[in-house]
């Protein structure tokens, strides 16, 4: 089955204690992308990555690195986490086509404490 | 600044009526537009898409209008039936690019 998959779903913390959230996709995707959902805010771009060992900024990257080593997996990495990443974050992938439809894991719930 | 505003946070609609979802955008670049429908625990999924060179796009019971000189697009979805209750968030791109941009989303209900 096509899929996007992250871990893990539920994530507890305390402030500066380094995190990664993984996130692998089946498909083949040259793109891959993370967002963060935020009451009131909607889906924000984090980072994203057009192919492997290709990475750029998105809308809202400070606090975050990414890395993209093989095309299938794309890992979040928290260095130093704070309450305000505190957030419902979602992965995505598509193919390099463009405005191909993203593709979307089901979610890593973060809290910060 | 949010480029892709959905004014309305919820819509409740009877089912077998008409739902429509709006949304406005602000980047006369974007020209290309998705609606994605999320349930709870799951992550979006694409449902439609339009073009700029398009006012319609039609998939089933799914219509999306697009009116680019208002920059307003919405989701036309007929006849409503209570699966349809979802959050729908619209997403602009320009044909350039793969980077999206999300509005806040619409919780729809759909009342059997």
């Known amino acids: 089955e096509a899929q996007v998959t992250q871990n893990p779903r539920y994530l507890i913390t305390v402030t500066g204690k380094k995190l990664t959230v993984t996130c692998s996709q089946n498909?083949?995707?040259?793109?891959m992308s993370w967002y963060r959902q935020d009451p009131g805010l909607g889906l924000r771009q984090i980072y994203y990555s057009m192919n492997v060992e290709v990475t750029d900024k998105g809308d809202v990257p400070e606090g975050y690195k990414v890395s993209r080593k093989e095309k299938r997996n794309f890992p979040l990495i928290l260095e130093s986490p704070s309450p305000n990443q505190t957030s419902l974050y979602f992965c995505a992938s598509s193919t390099s086509e463009t405005n191909s439809p993203l593709h979307f894991g089901n979610g890593t719930r973060l809290t910060v404490t | 600044d949010q480029q892709v505003k959905q004014n309305s946070p919820s819509l409740s609609v009877q089912e077998g009526r008409i739902s429509i979802l709006n949304c406005d955008y602000t980047?006369?670049?974007?020209?290309?537009f998705l609606w994605y429908k999320k349930y709870p625990a799951e992550g979006p999924t694409f449902l439609i898409s339009?073009?700029?060179?398009?006012d319609k796009n039609e998939d089933g019971r799914f219509t999306v209008f697009l009116n680019k000189s208002a920059k307003h697009l919405s989701l036309h979805i007929v006849p409503s039936q209570p699966g349809d209750s979802a959050v729908y968030f619209c997403a602009a791109s320009r044909w350039t690019g793969n980077q999206f941009y999300f509005g806040t989303g619409t919780s729809l209900t759909v009342i059997p």
């Open positions: 498909m083949n995707h040259e793109y």
């Open positions: 980047n006369s670049m974007f020209d290309y």
């Open positions: 339009i073009s700029s060179i398009k």
